[in-house]
């Protein structure tokens, strides 16, 4: 019970963050953000900023690697071999740049998720009914990890989504300070899609988890609602 409430909490943390989200400029705060490299400020501070964006995109970063591993063993499971392989090196990519990743990772990582996810979805709806037990099996078995794998970044899409609002209210950072001016160079272009990367991944997991339900294969009972929420 005291897991299922924590699942609860993370999956209604996820719709708040989706709520902040919904128009980009006061989500982020990114305009303020851009428009104060050039001068400006007052609040905040740029320690803490760095800290948890670091944190965040880290954190982040390895979930993408579990979701990543975890819909690789579903495309196998499924009979897509070399889509399968393709994620399990993306996968590995995003997990071992860690809080080095960037737009352009998350843009890679993006791509193979979300075709290969429509590719599951199409074969466990079309051919669901007619696969044998042991191929059931390991498809619950990856969903068992790709839909935990997603409530799991919920905390740390939370936190880039802090860092980079306190980041629109922090004054100019030093030159000096070249973590600072690296983080607030970063997170206009990177924060956009680190949310497109959970948003998708979310999107996914709830359109797995349905067709797999009709293909008779044991899922998760958490369902992330999100019908109502937009970039």
């Known amino acids: 019970m005291a897991n299922q409430e924590r699942r609860r909490a993370l999956i209604y943390g996820l719709v708040f963050s989706f709520t902040l989200m919904a128009t980009p400029v006061h989500a982020f ?56 392989a393709q994620l399990r090196k993306d996968a590995k990519m995003i997990g071992d740049k860690g809080d080095n990743v960037g737009a352009a990772d998350f843009d890679t990582v993006i791509d193979s998720n979300d075709k290969a ?58 030159v000096s300070d070249i973590k600072a001016v690296e983080v607030a160079a970063q997170i206009p272009g990177l924060m956009p899609k680190a949310f497109t990367f959970v948003q998708n991944a979310a999107e996914g997991a709830n359109q797995l988890r349905e067709v797999a ?16 929420m937009k970039m």
């Open 29 to 84: 705060g990114l305009k303020s953000l851009t428009d104060k490299l050039s001068g400006g400020g007052g609040g905040g501070s740029w320690s803490k900023i760095v800290t948890d964006w670091r944190d965040g995109l880290g954190g982040l970063a390895k979930q993408a690697s579990i979701i990543g591993l975890a819909i690789a063993d579903l495309t196998e499971a499924l009979g897509h071999k070399e889509e399968a």
């Open 117 to 174: 996810t429509k590719k599951c979805a199409e074969t466990l709806k079309n051919k669901g009914g007619s696969l044998d037990a042991a191929t059931k099996a390991k498809a619950a078995e990856a969903l068992t990890k790709y839909i935990p794998g997603v409530i799991g970044a919920i905390p740390h899409t939370i936190k880039l989504i802090g860092a980079s609002q306190e980041a629109s209210k922090a004054p100019t950072p030093e």
């Open 213 to 228: 339900k009709e293909a008779k294969i044991p899922t998760p009972d958490d369902t992330i609602d999100m019908s109502s």
